[in-house]
């Protein structure tokens, strides 16, 4: 008896008791611990994916993507930067915008080359010109020279 009493683990120092198969066998702390740490696992994968998938699609890699790059958008972007690039839209003017200058560089350059391949209308890129360079107003004269290069 005394032996048993010898033999009994405090799992608290030394691991854990788990039943395999109708029998209880102990298991050491660090494995209780990895076991416990790998049921939340795929959880935080599903996290990780969903998080993931939701700033790609918030940054443009979602569903529309970029538009691409070619020699036609390229002059498209020199016409706007010669004839519309001192005027402004938000507080920013449209040269440094196209010049990469700022934050929004990409945003603009990206939307303004998307309404000259027709991806979007002259609509769709005025709201959305003053939703994200909020200006009223304001940007009503650099949206009519941006449309008036097309």
């Known amino acids: ?15 854990d008791h788990r039943s395999v198969g109708g029998v209880m066998i102990r298991v050491p702390a660090i494995f209780a611990l990895l ?32 538009a691409k790059e070619s020699q036609e958008s390229n002059a498209f972007l020199e016409r706007v930067e010669t004839s519309c690039g001192k005027l402004s839209v938000g507080n920013q003017q449209i040269l440094w915008l196209l010049e990469g200058r ?6 603009f350059v990206d939307v303004t080359t998307k309404l000259y391949s027709g991806q979007i209308s002259q609509s769709d890129y005025t709201d959305h010109i003053n939703a994200f360079y909020n200006s009223g107003k ?8 941006i449309f008036s290069q097309i």
């Open 1 to 15: 008896m005394s032996d048993q009493k010898s033999n009994t683990i405090d799992s608290s120092r030394c691991g």
């Open 102 to 107: 700022t934050s929004n560089s990409t945003t």
């Open 138 to 145: 304001g940007n009503q004269p650099a949206l009519d020279c």
């Open 35 to 66: 076991a416990s740490k790998r049921r939340a696992a795929p959880w935080r994968a599903v996290s990780v994916l969903l998080l993931s998938a939701a700033l790609l699609a918030l940054a443009g890699c979602g569903g529309g993507g970029f």
